[in-house]
């Protein structure tokens, strides 16, 4: 055997278990930001919330979903490295709020767990997840732009330095 005719016998007698090994992907690393994983099973789930929820994206959800992500996560980020906390109770009120809601749009607590195909206390805790994270995100944002004051006159004079042909019409 020449080596040529070795190595296309190799790949020849290797190519099916690739193949099958390619199949059993459980899930993709699309991104990741400080310690955390953008996962493509999160986007798919964020596109499949926005489609139910139906919120227009302005472009690619693939492309748009994955930046909101990531966006998302380095205010998560931020807040930890600042050491912010949610308020419990809060949080534990928007929780039941948004199950309230939920249930009400679907029409029985029955139809909620078989939809979610969790038990109520697990979307529950999903809620308290995405609310305490909603809650981390607003509070870096204000403490970014919360000392933030600005005036019309200060617009207007910005505004009045920018060369006509590059402001966008």
Known sequence: ????????????????????????????????????????????????????????????????????LAIRKLFLHQAKLDSIDANEGVITMQVEQRVNEIIAQIGSEEKLLEYYGKSLKQIKEDLREQAREQSLVQQVQQKLIGDQKISPSQVRKAFSKIDSIDIPV
């Open 1 to 68: 055997l020449t080596p040529y005719t070795m190595w296309i016998f190799l790949v020849l007698m290797f190519a099916p278990i690739l193949a099958v090994a390619q199949q059993d992907v459980i899930d993709e690393v699309i991104w990741v930001v400080g310690d955390d994983a953008i996962l493509r099973s999160d986007v798919e789930k964020q596109i499949m919330q926005m489609k139910y929820e139906k919120v227009d994206v302005d472009g690619d959800p693939y492309c748009v979903v994955p930046e909101q």
